[in-house]
């Protein structure tokens, strides 16, 4: 059976310019579904 790999991702700090449109103040980072 194949296993799939996860890799964690921790997406913290600043104000998310380089996310945007995505990343908003108000609908940061932690909330995005990617």
């Known amino acids: ?6 890799y964690p991702v ?3 700090g600043g104000s998310g310019s380089r996310l945007w ?4 103040v ?5 909330f995005l579904c990617l």
């Open 10 to 12: 921790v997406m913290a």
């Open 26 to 30: 108000l609908y940061p980072k932690q």
């Open 1 to 6: 059976m194949a296993q799939s790999k996860l």
């Open 21 to 24: 449109p995505l990343s908003r």
